[in-house]
């Protein structure tokens, strides 16, 4: 009750109550005209104090939030909402907007800037190319191998600032960041491109944003594979419809039982803040939730990620995309600018 | 289907169920339980309200959370039950009951022409005349899939058919599967086993709590449930059968005869498990109307226990029906009443006497928990209304109890306690005789196999011949 009073639908509601229950006395004569007359000014007053000046305050709140203004906690406090639900949307505005919650997407912005300034593109692969060339005068050919993928990666990853890619590009990227592994792991891993062969060079075509494969594949690696006895077989397995294009990053690993998968298909699909918080990081899933909230900045909702996984049997991660062979055809092309 | 969430009387039905199924594709979906099956079935069909995710059918949204229109989305339902008009034809059934159906007038000849290719391309031979009601069930079945083929479904779900229909029957209407398949049509094949689901599909989609946990792409995937959907605790060895020719069968029939049936012949031992496979379900409701006397075989005769019977109380056997919940259980009475019921033939003071029905209480409370007493009967969950019924017969203690399609649609959690069940009764000494179209499951606790033919002698296998075929 305490907590209903708080909203305004349950004021007026109560203030309605209270104007019939006059009217009714009234009719009857139960009560005496002037005390209807005073009972209807009390209901006035208490409609002033408790419906209209709340409201007014809560428009302004909501009229500064919508200029720009960042809200203070007390600030959302003192606003009384029009319904449970309402308050329930102000308490994810204020989660999702808080100062301190923006001044944490601000200082990972800056730390990712800082960052990309300290490398300088020329300058690490004129060093990488240096190594290789020591390494093949050496004769360590491994050595030499791995220098240029890791050289490949790096300038895929750091260069190509463009938001979209082919899937041929992107696929690429991932045999470049798979042959790295397998310095690591040898024979233990294997990967697989699939597709219609009659459709392959249509799906090659297909845009899609870029980064999109390759942390899937490494999370496979590093959740799935990593752990299982015996070699990891991973597949990238490519279809195409009409409208849709769906990748399916599977492993054979160690799968994930129905609660955790439960947990982290939830954290997909919501354009949840996860990214901006460090504690969630832990409990992993981080990268797939990144790629699938800027699928679903691209190119809307009902496109994204889902995971599939068995205990056991191994998980697989569907992407689903729109199938374009433009940039152009972005239904959201202002987030590419 | 992309993250379809929805509720449905207050419960969460669906909880982002995400699957995509390609134009031609048969894809198997293995329900580890029942949670969400109907509700997928009505998104599918009109277009349920949704509280998250998107529908699409044939590259078109249908229905999303935020808007749902509901309307016919021409996808075929094919279950079990035969979803076909009675005292129609097969033509009427299949063009005039069709909902574009605009003509004022049947034109039988033309409907008969429209037909023929139909049946041409899939072997079938049907007269567009008959009768539904002529028809078997794996007819019924080939009349549904071409209803919605006619009706212009490109996707169709078939729930649940192994259940209904023999091995012979189930290889054709695989073979009609695939042809569809190969023209374009859609086919989502629900079925509670595995290694049937690989028979005929291309990818089974795991279902649990109404999410898809994982889509399988090869048999080489076998995932673990923690159900079995078999029975796996020690079955001991198959019991003494008695000289043939004595008086020591539990059960015996001897060269019964009917319309379904022809000179079927089999015995069965106190406590053997005998399963008796037969190609339509027709024979098993003629079997089963010889036994309780409903109508009399044109030859031969059944004895139970050495004794000729022909009546249903005091026959010395009970009949467990198909989906037992649904035709065994008084949910007007409490759960004790329900269990006592028809024991006073063993126990005639039982509804007299209180204290005999508190003992019965007391006795059974220990096997099947002391809540349940106190529950309605219509409030208990399915598992605990099988082992009502299971136990209601087990407190009987009849010489033979015959089991109809005791599997079907049971999940797999209830198919691994179904199997308990039966083992229950094998371990009373009664005879259990289970009546099944289809072998799944029911090998796994049989030690008799008979299969019968239309047309041969009938088929006998024991124990370890078929575990021999089975594993290999």
């Given at each position: 009750?305490?907590?209903r009073?708080?909203?305004i639908?349950?004021?007026?509601?109560?203030?309605?109550?209270?104007i019939?229950a006059?009217m009714v006395?009234?009719?009857l004569?139960l009560?005496?005209?002037?005390?209807v007359?005073?009972?209807?000014?009390?209901i006035?007053?208490?409609g002033?104090?408790l419906?209209v000046r709340?409201?007014l305050?809560?428009?302004?709140?909501?009229?500064?939030?919508?200029?720009?203004y960042?809200?203070s906690?007390?600030?959302v406090s003192?606003?009384?909402p029009?319904s449970?639900?309402t308050?329930?949307?102000f308490?994810?505005?204020?989660?999702f907007?808080?100062?301190?919650?923006?001044f944490?997407?601000?200082?990972?912005?800056a730390q990712y800037l800082?960052l990309q300034?300290?490398?300088?593109?020329?300058f690490?692969?004129n060093?990488?190319e240096?190594?290789r060339?020591?390494a093949?005068?050496?004769g360590l050919n491994d050595?030499a191998?791995?220098?240029?993928?890791?050289?490949t990666?790096f300038?895929?990853t750091i260069?190509?600032?463009?938001?979209?890619?082919?899937?041929?590009?992107e696929?690429?990227?991932c045999?470049?960041?798979?042959?790295?592994q397998?310095y690591?792991?040898?024979d233990?891993?294997?990967l697989?491109?699939?597709?219609e062969?009659?459709?392959k060079?249509?799906?090659?075509?297909c845009?899609?944003?870029?980064?999109t494969m390759?942390?899937?594949?490494?999370?496979?690696?590093?959740h799935?594979?990593?752990?299982k006895?015996?070699t990891g077989h991973m597949?990238i397995?490519?279809e195409?419809?009409?409208?849709?294009?769906?990748i399916?990053?599977s492993?054979?690993?160690l799968?994930m039982d129905?609660e955790?998968?439960m947990?982290?298909?939830?954290k997909?699909?919501?354009g949840?803040?996860s990214i901006?918080?460090?504690?969630?990081?832990?409990?992993?899933g981080?990268a797939?939730?990144?790629?699938?909230?800027?699928?679903?900045l691209?190119?809307g909702?009902?496109y994204?990620l889902?995971?599939?996984?068995a205990?056991g049997?191994?998980t697989d991660?569907?992407?689903?995309?729109?199938?374009i062979?433009?940039d152009r055809?972005v239904?959201?092309r202002?987030?590419?600018? | 289907?992309?993250?379809?969430s929805c509720?449905e009387?207050?419960?969460v039905?669906l909880?982002?169920?995400?699957l995509?199924?390609?134009?031609?594709?048969?894809m198997?979906?293995?329900p580890?339980n029942?949670?969400?099956?109907?509700?997928?079935?009505?998104?599918?069909q009109?277009?349920?309200?949704?509280s998250r995710g998107?529908v699409?059918y044939?590259e078109?949204q249908?229905?999303?959370?935020?808007h749902?229109?509901?309307?016919?989305?021409r996808i075929?339902?094919?279950?079990?039950?035969?979803c076909?008009?009675?005292?129609?034809?097969v033509?009427?059934?299949?063009?005039?009951?069709?909902?574009?159906?605009?003509?004022?007038?049947?034109n039988?000849?033309n409907?008969?022409?429209?037909?023929s290719?139909f049946?041409e391309?899939?072997?079938?031979?049907?007269?567009?005349?008959?009768y539904?009601?002529?028809?078997?069930?794996?007819?019924?079945?080939?009349?549904?899939v071409?209803?919605?083929v006619?009706?212009?479904?490109?996707?169709?779900?078939l729930?649940?058919?192994?259940?209904?229909v023999?091995?012979?029957?189930?290889?054709?209407?695989h073979e009609?599967?695939r042809y569809?398949?190969k023209?374009?049509?859609?086919?989502i094949?629900i079925?509670f086993?595995?290694?049937?689901?690989?028979?005929i599909?291309?990818?089974?989609?795991?279902?649990s709590?109404?999410?898809?946990?994982?889509?399988?792409?090869?048999?080489?995937?076998?995932p673990n449930?923690g159900y079995t959907?078999?029975?796996?605790g020690?079955?001991?060895?198959?019991p003494v059968?008695p000289?043939?020719?004595?008086r020591?069968?539990a059960?015996?029939?001897?060269k019964?005869s009917?319309?379904?049936i022809?000179?079927l012949?089999?015995t069965a031992?106190a406590?053997?498990?005998v399963?008796?496979?037969h190609m339509?379900i027709?024979?098993f409701?003629e079997?089963l109307?010889?036994?309780i006397g409903?109508?009399?075989?044109q030859?031969?005769e059944?004895?139970?226990?050495g004794?000729?019977?022909?009546?249903?109380?005091?026959?010395g056997f009970?009949?467990?029906?198909?989906?037992p919940?649904?035709?065994?259980?008084?949910?007007?009475?409490?759960?004790?009443?329900n269990l006592?019921?028809?024991l006073?033939r063993?126990l005639?003071e039982?509804?007299?006497?209180?204290?005999?029905?508190?003992?019965?209480?007391?006795e059974y409370?220990?096997?099947?928990?002391?809540?349940?007493?106190?529950?309605?009967?219509?409030a208990?969950?399915?598992?605990e209304?099988?082992?009502l019924?299971?136990t209601r017969?087990?407190i009987?203690?009849p010489?033979v109890?015959f089991c109809v399609q005791p599997?079907r649609?049971?999940?797999?959690?209830?198919?691994t306690r179904?199997?308990?069940?039966i083992?229950m009764l094998?371990d009373k000494?009664?005879?259990v005789?289970?009546?099944a179209?289809?072998?799944?499951?029911?090998?796994?606790?049989?030690?008799?196999?008979i299969r019968?033919r239309?047309?041969?002698?009938?088929?006998?296998?024991?124990?370890d011949?078929f575990?021999?075929?089975e594993?290999?």
């Amino acid at each position: 009750m305490k907590q209903r009073w708080k909203y305004i639908s349950f004021r007026v509601a109560v203030l309605f109550c209270g104007i019939g229950a006059l009217m009714v006395s009234g009719a009857l004569s139960l009560i005496p005209p002037p005390a209807v007359l005073a009972g209807f000014a009390a209901i006035a007053a208490a409609g002033w104090l408790l419906v209209v000046r709340p409201y007014l305050k809560t428009s302004e709140m909501i009229r500064l939030f919508l200029e720009g203004y960042t809200l203070s906690e007390s600030q959302v406090s003192e606003s009384r909402p029009i319904s449970g639900v309402t308050q329930m949307l102000f308490d994810q505005f204020q989660e999702f907007l808080s100062p301190a919650q923006l001044f944490n997407m601000n200082k990972r912005q800056a730390q990712y800037l800082a960052l990309q300034n300290q490398i300088n593109p020329h300058f690490l692969y004129n060093t990488l190319e240096g190594i290789r060339s020591e390494a093949l005068i050496a004769g360590l050919n491994d050595v030499a191998d791995m220098t240029e993928a890791l050289a490949t990666f790096f300038r895929y990853t750091i260069t190509k600032v463009e938001n979209l890619v082919s899937v041929e590009e992107e696929l690429q990227n991932c045999e470049t960041y798979f042959s790295m592994q397998q310095y690591r792991f040898g024979d233990r891993l294997e990967l697989s491109i699939r597709c219609e062969p009659k459709d392959k060079e249509e799906i090659y075509r297909c845009r899609i944003p870029k980064l999109t494969m390759q942390p899937i594949l490494e999370n496979s690696i590093i959740h799935g594979t990593e752990l299982k006895v015996g070699t990891g077989h991973m597949a990238i397995h490519l279809e195409l419809t009409e409208k849709r294009l769906l990748i399916r990053v599977s492993d054979d690993g160690l799968g994930m039982d129905e609660e955790t998968l439960m947990r982290l298909n939830e954290k997909l699909g919501k354009g949840n803040f996860s990214i901006a918080k460090q504690e969630r990081e832990a409990k992993g899933g981080l990268a797939l939730a990144n790629v699938d909230n800027r699928i679903r900045l691209l190119f809307g909702d009902e496109y994204g990620l889902h995971v599939f996984s068995a205990p056991g049997v191994g998980t697989d991660v569907e992407i689903s995309l729109p199938a374009i062979g433009s940039d152009r055809e972005v239904k959201n092309r202002e987030v590419l600018q | 289907m992309e993250r379809v969430s929805c509720v449905e009387q207050g419960a969460v039905q669906l909880d982002g169920f995400n699957l995509s199924i390609l134009t031609g594709e048969i894809m198997g979906l293995l329900p580890v339980n029942n949670h969400g099956l109907s509700a997928l079935i009505k998104i599918l069909q009109s277009n349920m309200p949704l509280s998250r995710g998107y529908v699409y059918y044939r590259e078109k949204q249908v229905n999303t959370w935020r808007h749902s229109k509901p309307r016919d989305n021409r996808i075929g339902l094919i279950q079990s039950e035969e979803c076909l008009v009675e005292g129609l034809t097969v033509a009427d059934n299949i063009f005039v009951l069709h909902p574009q159906y605009k003509k004022w007038m049947v034109n039988p000849p033309n409907m008969r022409k429209q037909l023929s290719p139909f049946l041409e391309s899939i072997n079938v031979f049907i007269s567009a005349d008959t009768y539904v009601d002529e028809l078997s069930v794996f007819e019924k079945i080939v009349v549904d899939v071409l209803k919605s083929v006619v009706a212009g479904c490109r996707l169709i779900v078939l729930q649940d058919i192994s259940a209904k229909v023999g091995e012979a029957e189930l290889k054709k209407l695989h073979e009609l599967l695939r042809y569809y398949a190969k023209q374009g049509i859609t086919f989502i094949y629900i079925d509670f086993h595995l290694k049937e689901l690989w028979r005929i599909c291309d990818k089974v989609a795991l279902m649990s709590n109404g999410r898809i946990l994982k889509v399988l792409h090869s048999e080489s995937e076998s995932p673990n449930f923690g159900y079995t959907g078999s029975y796996n605790g020690s079955r001991g060895p198959s019991p003494v059968v008695p000289a043939k020719g004595g008086r020591g069968f539990a059960f015996e029939a001897k060269k019964l005869s009917g319309e379904f049936i022809k000179d079927l012949s089999f015995t069965a031992a106190a406590g053997e498990c005998v399963t008796l496979q037969h190609m339509d379900i027709m024979a098993f409701r003629e079997f089963l109307s010889f036994l309780i006397g409903e109508s009399v075989p044109q030859s031969g005769e059944i004895r139970i226990d050495g004794k000729k019977t022909d009546c249903l109380f005091g026959g010395g056997f009970a009949v467990i029906q198909e989906l037992p919940t649904e035709t065994m259980l008084f949910y007007e009475m409490s759960y004790l009443d329900n269990l006592c019921f028809l024991l006073d033939r063993r126990l005639p003071e039982i509804w007299r006497s209180a204290a005999a029905r508190e003992g019965v209480r007391r006795e059974y409370s220990r096997i099947l928990g002391g809540d349940v007493f106190n529950k309605r009967v219509d409030a208990l969950s399915k598992i605990e209304k099988y082992e009502l019924v299971y136990t209601r017969v087990a407190i009987q203690k009849p010489k033979v109890a015959f089991c109809v399609q005791p599997f079907r649609r049971a999940d797999m959690e209830l198919r691994t306690r179904i199997l308990e069940l039966i083992k229950m009764l094998l371990d009373k000494e009664i005879t259990v005789v289970l009546l099944a179209a289809n072998l799944a499951d029911s090998l796994s606790i049989s030690d008799k196999l008979i299969r019968i033919r239309k047309d041969g002698p009938d088929e006998v296998y024991l124990r370890d011949e078929f575990l021999a075929v089975e594993s290999s």
